[in-house]
């Protein structure tokens, strides 16, 4: 829903034409690691869960695979001409968070394939495709 996954939310939204909206400013940013990209890396663990054993790695996007909430909107809004709008900021919030993924990429050779950009619009297109049915399961959901 709309308090977590915020870029699988905006895609959602795009795509059912809900309003897209935007807390805060619109220049936090996030790293992004696209569901193909934690595959890969489960599988890259388990092949190597020896050498891996008893060790803490962060897995994620990196620096590279940040992308900021109202870009993010903006790319979806112009790509389906959902309209946004601004909501309250949260409190608290970290205005900027990436995954130091070096770690992992040591050990095993891992990086993450699919770019920010190229992600979102494949979550999009899922959710054009499945339209109707997350328009009857987020109804309800303010």
Not at 60 to 70: D, E, K, L, M
Not at 95 to 102: D, K, L, R, S, T
Request: hydrophobic residues 40%; proline residues 3%; aromatic residues 8%.
């Amino acid at each position: 829903g709309p308090r977590h996954g915020w870029l699988v939310w905006l895609a959602i939204s795009a795509a059912i034409g809900r309003t897209i909206e935007v807390q805060g400013t619109g220049g936090q940013t996030r790293d992004m690691l696209h569901g193909n990209d934690v595959y890969a890396a489960c599988m890259v663990a388990l092949d190597n869960i020896e050498l891996l054993s008893g060790e803490v790695f962060n897995i994620g996007g990196g620096q590279s695979n940040r992308i900021s909430v109202g870009t993010a909107a903006h790319m979806l809004s112009l790509r389906t001409g959902t309209p946004i709008t601004s909501g309250p900021g949260r409190k608290m919030e970290d205005e900027h968070v990436f995954v130091n993924y070096g770690k992992f990429l040591k050990a095993t050779g891992w990086r993450p394939l699919t770019d920010v950009t190229a992600g979102m619009l494949s979550v999009l297109a899922w959710a054009q495709e499945n339209r109707a049915d997350l328009t009857k399961l987020y109804a309800d959901v303010q």
